[in-house]
C-alpha cells in the first residue's frame, strides 16, 4: 500500500520535476517529503487524526463525571422508617492518590456491625451511581461503601485502566473495611467496568462473600474488536494494526497493557459465589460476556439472569431486588426477615399491597423462599418483614 509520503512525492514529481532534481524542487518541500509528519505524532495518529486520538481517551481518560458533596444527600436519612447514616472516608491508595469513599450504614447506632457490600462504579461514573443499589441493600441491613476509583469522579488521579489499576484500589478499600471491624463480611456489587474489576480482584482474593456483576467484560480487547466491527467494514490487519497503536498509547501514557485486562483469566480462579447480569439489548459489552465469564467462573454456586435494556440504562426493579436477595443469603446480615423497599414503582408514598404468597407459589409457608422457587416466580416478589411483597407493574425476562 502506498504511503501517504509517497502521494505527496508522486504530487510533487508532476508539478515540479523529480525529487532528485533539487534545483527545481523548493527545500521546504522536499523536507516535508522526507519527513510529512511531526515528530510529536505517532504514525497512527497522523493517518487518524482525531480518530485515534478519540480511540485512546475512551479508554484512559473518558468523560470525568463531576458532581458536588451535596449530591452525595444528608449524612442522615431514613428508608422506609429505617434511619440510615453516611460516613464519608478518604483512602489513599498505592499510587499516592486520594480516594474518595463514603460508607452508609442501615442504622444510627455506631456500635453496630453490619455486612457491607462494596459498590464498584462503571467507566465514566463516580460513587453517585450507588443509590439505587443503597435503596436494595439498606433496608435489608446490608451496609454500602461506594468510592471513586482513581481518575474517576471526586478522586485524584489522571486515566482510568478499565480494571488494572482499579483492582488495586479495591484492595486498598477492603484492607479498610477488614482491619477497621465495620464489616462482618464484605460482598462487591461491580457494573461494567466495576463488575470487570470485581471479577479481577475474586480470582485473588477468596475471602469475599459473593458477587453480584452487571454486564461485565471479558477482555478489553474484544470489546474493541466487536465495537469497531459493529460499526464499520475493517479488514482484520487494519483492526489489529489500530489497536495495536491505541495499545501502545495506552502504555506509554497510562503505564498499563490492555491485554493484561483480562477478566477471563481470573474467573476460573474464583471462588465466592456470583450472581451475573446482562442487558439483551447492550451494544457496547455484549451479552455474552456475561455467559462467558458465568460458564468460566470457578465456583459451583453462581446464577444468572438478563433483562431488557442497554449497557447504560437504568436496571429492572425485580433484578436490583433479586441481586440484593442474593447478597442477603451469601453475606449472612445480622436480621432477617428484613424490609424491602421498592425501586420507585409508584410514586413517592404509595406502597405495593403486602400479600404473602401461598407455599405453592415457591415459598413456604412462612413466607420464605422454597428450594424449588422457579426463576420467573421468584422475581415476582421480595421478601418483606411480614412476609412477602409482591411487586407489581414489570415483567420478567429472565435467562433460562
Known amino acids: 500500500m502506498d504511503s501517504k509520503a509517497d502521494g505527496i512525492e508522486r504530487g510533487i514529481s508532476k508539478e515540479w520535476g523529480s525529487p532528485e532534481s533539487n534545483d527545481r524542487v523548493p527545500a521546504e518541500v522536499v523536507a516535508e517529503v522526507e519527513s510529512p509528519m511531526p515528530d510529536s505524532q505517532s504514525w497512527m495518529e497522523w493517518v487518524a487524526g482525531d480518530s485515534y486520538e478519540e480511540a485512546w481517551k475512551a479508554i484512559i481518560r473518558p468523560y ?23 460516613r464519608d472516608v478518604k483512602l489513599t491508595n498505592m499510587q499516592g492518590y486520594t480516594l474518595e469513599c463514603s460508607h452508609f450504614f442501615p442504622g444510627i447506632d455506631p456500635d453496630l456491625r453490619w455486612p457491607c457490600v462494596v459498590y ?12 439505587d443499589v443503597l435503596k436494595v441493600c439498606l433496608p435489608r441491613n446490608l451496609a454500602v461503601f461506594c468510592f471513586d476509583f ?9 486515566y482510568v485502566s478499565l480494571g488494572h489499576q482499579e483492582q488495586r484500589d479495591l484492595v486498598i478499600v477492603l484492607r479498610h473495611l477488614r482491619t477497621s471491624g465495620l464489616a462482618t463480611s464484605v460482598g462487591l456489587w461491580g457494573r461494567s ?40 467494514s475493517m479488514p482484520r490487519f487494519m483492526l489489529d494494526m489500530g489497536i ?35 442487558g439483551i439489548d447492550d451494544d457496547l459489552v455484549l451479552p455474552h460476556h456475561s455467559q462467558d465469564l458465568y460458564d468460566s467462573w470457578g465456583g459451583d454456586d453462581r446464577a444468572i439472569r438478563s433483562f431488557d435494556g442497554g449497557h447504560n440504562d437504568r ?14 443469603m451469601k453475606l449472612d446480615p445480622k436480621d432477617f426477615p428484613y424490609e424491602a423497599v421498592p425501586l420507585q ?33 421468584r422475581s415476582q416478589f421480595y421478601l418483606g418483614k411480614n412476609g412477602s411483597t409482591q411487586v407489581s407493574g414489570y415483567s420478567t425476562p429472565v435467562s433460562r
Open 150 to 158: 482513581s481518575g474517576s469522579g471526586r478522586s485524584e488521579g489522571e
Open 345 to 377: 414503582l409508584q410514586t413517592m408514598g404509595e406502597e405495593p399491597p403486602a400479600a404473602i404468597p401461598p407455599p405453592g407459589a415457591g415459598f413456604d409457608g412462612a413466607g420464605y423462599p422454597a428450594q424449588s422457587f422457579d426463576r420467573g416466580q
Open 244 to 278: 495495536e497503536a491505541v495499545r501502545g498509547e495506552v502504555r506509554t501514557k497510562a503505564g498499563f497493557d490492555l491485554d493484561d485486562v483480562a477478566p477471563v483469566r481470573a474467573a476460573p480462579k474464583a471462588r465466592c459465589p456470583c450472581f451475573f447480569g446482562a
Open 120 to 131: 464498584l462504579h462503571g467507566n465514566s461514573s463516580s460513587r453517585l451511581e450507588a443509590h
Open 64 to 86: 470525568r463525571d463531576t458532581y458536588s458533596e451535596e449530591q452525595l444527600g444528608p449524612a442522615k436519612f431514613s428508608i422506609k422508617g429505617q434511619r440510615c447514616r453516611r
Open 193 to 232: 467496568m466495576g463488575a470487570s474489576t470485581a471479577v479481577l480482584r475474586a480470582g485473588r482474593d477468596h475471602c469475599i462473600g459473593a458477587c453480584v456483576l452487571d454486564s461485565p467484560f471479558t477482555h478489553i480487547r474484544l470489546v474493541a474488536e466487536e465495537l469497531v466491527n459493529s460499526r464499520i
Open 315 to 328: 436496571r429492572p426493579a425485580w433484578f436490583m431486588h433479586e441481586a440484593a436477595d442474593w447478597l442477603v
